[in-house]
């Protein structure tokens, strides 16, 4: 039913009341005077639109995905109502739907502004070629759309294509940036310049495995790179007093821990094997099932850094020892496994996929945060489950590498547990990352840095640990 002139008349009131509000940044106030057009005259699409427009601006991603799918139903044809709500999925983790929601927009009209996005939710899919030909798309259209720009040369840097993008980013810098975009740029030429001070003794490191040459060279951290991340250094004390105050079951560790423990933890990594007759399936035939040869390689690999991981206790409370043995974990853990920059940290920013407002560090100030982390935080705690749980949940939001930070992460926790005569953890896939340790870590992060349900499942790991170290020598 056509509401009446007075009605519409009180509707466009709302509405440029909403749209002022968001101008002016007073961003409740519009969803308020949005929210009030939207019951007033409920089959205008615009009101809607603007309603979810708002409320992914103030971050209220579950409503604004509820007032864009209302829109998208009444006019599927609107390029924008897919587009802010692919927006609103990506902030909720939904990276399918919001590919599908970018994909839509595309499809109704192929713009730069479309195509960026779409571009950036194909890279977080891992699929570079058709980022970079969506991007260079866009720019081509509009080569003063400077964000899909930015977005191409730290592609560039995801593609280790560093001079390319080094270009790129002189090319930018010369120009008037959106603050945003000038943070970007910025934070990505000290990555870039990070990368050409350090390369030559990661070389060093992954060739002829000697740390010394880079030891050196992170003791001489530029000063423009020693700025700290002082918000995630809050959040990572917050981890820290939880893991000092729970009270956790002790899992001693088994005298007859096997010898070839670093390569069983290692097959759990990823993981390759859930049970004693796939590892012995793997010990006798070099394989398990139909793992590819690149996740074999990156669990084999894994059976070095944990050995080289053993011996470093008394090293980790000085902070660049630990970032060079953490390097050298990485190193040894991501060896002739494509795509991965063995023992760099990240030069690009990276979120987490299922949880995207968490904020990670930077990656220019990816070390200086990381050394602040082990003076003021590891070096404090008691040894054992304390350190154990708070360098697993550091390592996973600090993220300090590109990708293999989970595997590194583990390394280190395991040997927290294995210098206090705890037993080291393996887990299952039901009981992993991508299972109820990784909801375990998500739960920490919404409840104020309370790590007891992550404890909890260290202990079952602890314990599977233990059955598969019985049912090990009995099989023998």
Same mark, same amino acid.
């Given at each position: 039913?056509?509401?009446?002139?007075?009605?519409?008349?009180?509707?466009?009131?709302?509405?440029?009341? /909403?749209?002022?509000?968001?101008?002016? /940044?007073?961003?409740?106030?519009?969803?308020?005077?949005?929210?009030?057009?939207?019951?007033?005259?409920?089959?205008?699409?615009?009101?809607?639109?603007?309603?979810?427009?708002?409320?992914?601006?103030?971050?209220?991603?579950?409503?604004?995905?509820?007032?864009?799918?209302?829109?998208?139903?009444?006019?599927?044809?609107?390029?924008?109502?897919?587009?802010?709500?692919?927006?609103?999925?990506?902030?909720?983790?939904?990276?399918?739907?919001?590919?599908?929601?970018?994909?839509?927009?595309?499809?109704?009209?192929?713009?730069?502004?479309?195509?960026?996005?779409?571009?950036?939710?194909?890279?977080?899919? @891992?699929?570079?070629?058709?980022?970079?030909?969506?991007?260079?798309?866009? !720019?081509?259209?509009?080569?003063?759309?400077?964000?899909?720009? =930015?977005?191409?040369?730290?592609?560039? !840097?995801?593609?280790?294509?560093?001079?390319?993008?080094?270009?790129?980013?002189?090319?930018?810098?010369?120009?008037?940036?959106?603050?945003?975009?000038?943070?970007?740029?910025?934070?990505?030429?000290?990555?870039?310049?990070? $990368?050409?001070?350090?390369?030559?003794?990661?070389?060093?490191?992954?060739?002829?495995?000697?740390? !010394?040459?880079?030891?050196?060279?992170?003791?001489?951290?530029?000063?423009?790179?020693?700025?700290?991340?002082?918000?995630?250094?809050?959040?990572?004390?917050?981890?820290?007093?939880?893991?000092?105050?729970?009270? !956790?079951?002790?899992?001693?560790?088994?005298?007859?821990?096997?010898?070839?423990?670093?390569?069983?933890?290692?097959?759990?990594?990823?993981?390759?094997?859930?049970?004693?007759?796939?590892?012995?399936?793997?010990?006798?035939?070099?394989? =398990?099932?139909?793992?590819?040869?690149?996740?074999?390689?990156?669990?084999?690999?894994? %059976?070095?850094?944990?050995?080289?991981?053993?011996?470093?206790?008394?090293?980790?409370?000085?902070?660049?020892?630990?970032?060079? $043995?953490?390097?050298?974990?990485?190193?040894?853990?991501? $060896?002739?496994?494509?795509?991965?920059?063995?023992?760099?940290?990240?030069?690009?920013?990276?979120?987490?996929?299922?949880?995207?407002?968490?904020?990670?560090?930077?990656?220019?100030?990816?070390?200086?945060?990381?050394?602040?982390?082990?003076?003021?935080?590891?070096?404090?705690?008691?040894?054992?489950?304390?350190?154990?749980?708070?360098?697993?949940?550091?390592?996973?939001?600090?993220?300090?590498?590109?990708?293999?930070?989970?595997?590194?992460?583990?390394?280190?926790?395991?040997?927290?547990?294995?210098?206090?005569?705890?037993?080291?953890?393996?887990?299952?896939?039901?009981?992993?990352?991508?299972?109820?340790? /990784?909801?375990?870590?998500?739960? %920490?992060?919404?409840? @104020?840095?309370?790590?007891?349900?992550?404890?909890?499942?260290?202990?079952?790991?602890?314990?599977?640990?233990?059955?598969?170290?019985?049912?090990?020598?009995?099989?023998?």
């Amino acid at each position: 039913m056509t509401a009446s002139a007075s009605t519409q008349k009180t509707w466009l009131g709302f509405m440029n009341m /909403g749209q002022r509000s968001f101008q002016n /940044g007073d961003l409740a106030a519009a969803v308020v005077a949005f929210g009030s057009a939207t019951s007033l005259v409920p089959d205008r699409v615009e009101g809607w639109i603007n309603l979810g427009s708002a409320q992914v601006e103030l971050k209220h991603f579950d409503l604004a995905a509820t007032a864009l799918k209302k829109a998208v139903t009444m006019n599927p044809n609107l390029m924008v109502s897919h587009l802010i709500l692919g927006d609103a999925l990506r902030m909720l983790g939904q990276w399918q739907a919001a590919f599908n929601s970018y994909q839509t927009a595309v499809d109704l009209e192929r713009n730069p502004m479309s195509l960026n996005k779409l571009a950036c939710a194909t890279r977080s899919q @891992g699929d570079y070629d058709l980022a970079e030909t969506l991007l260079k798309e866009a !720019i081509a259209m509009d080569p003063n759309f400077t964000i899909a720009r =930015v977005n191409l040369a730290t592609l560039q !840097i995801a593609r280790n294509r560093f001079e390319e993008a080094q270009t790129q980013l002189t090319n930018l810098s010369a120009l008037s940036l959106a603050a945003l975009e000038k943070e970007e740029v910025d934070s990505a030429q000290l990555a870039l310049s990070e $990368h050409e001070r350090l390369k030559e003794a990661i070389s060093q490191l992954t060739i002829a495995q000697d740390p !010394i040459p880079l030891e050196t060279a992170l003791r001489k951290l530029p000063k423009h790179l020693q700025q700290v991340d002082e918000h995630l250094l809050e959040t990572l004390h917050r981890y820290a007093e939880s893991a000092s105050t729970i009270d !956790i079951e002790s899992v001693p560790i088994d005298s007859n821990l096997p010898a070839e423990w670093p390569q069983i933890e290692g097959m759990f990594m990823i993981p390759l094997i859930s049970n004693v007759n796939e590892y012995q399936q793997f010990k006798q035939h070099g394989k =398990v099932g139909n793992e590819t040869s690149i996740q074999l390689l990156q669990s084999v690999n894994m %059976a070095p850094a944990i050995e080289a991981a053993r011996l470093c206790e008394f090293d980790l409370t000085d902070p660049i020892k630990a970032e060079t $043995h953490l390097r050298r974990w990485h190193a040894l853990g991501v $060896h002739n496994v494509p795509g991965f920059l063995a023992g760099h940290f990240k030069y690009t920013q990276n979120i987490i996929a299922d949880t995207p407002t968490v904020r990670r560090v930077q990656p220019a100030f990816a070390s200086a945060t990381f050394r602040r982390f082990v003076s003021d935080i590891y070096s404090k705690l008691a040894p054992g489950y304390p350190r154990a749980i708070t360098v697993l949940m550091a390592l996973a939001d600090l993220h300090p590498f590109a990708d293999g930070n989970g595997r590194t992460a583990m390394t280190w926790l395991n040997r927290e547990l294995e210098w206090a005569d705890l037993m080291p953890a393996i887990f299952s896939a039901q009981l992993g990352f991508l299972g109820e340790l /990784g909801q375990a870590e998500r739960a %920490a992060r919404h409840n @104020g840095g309370d790590l007891s349900q992550l404890a909890s499942v260290m202990v079952r790991g602890q314990h599977q640990a233990k059955n598969f170290c019985t049912e090990l020598t009995q099989s023998r």
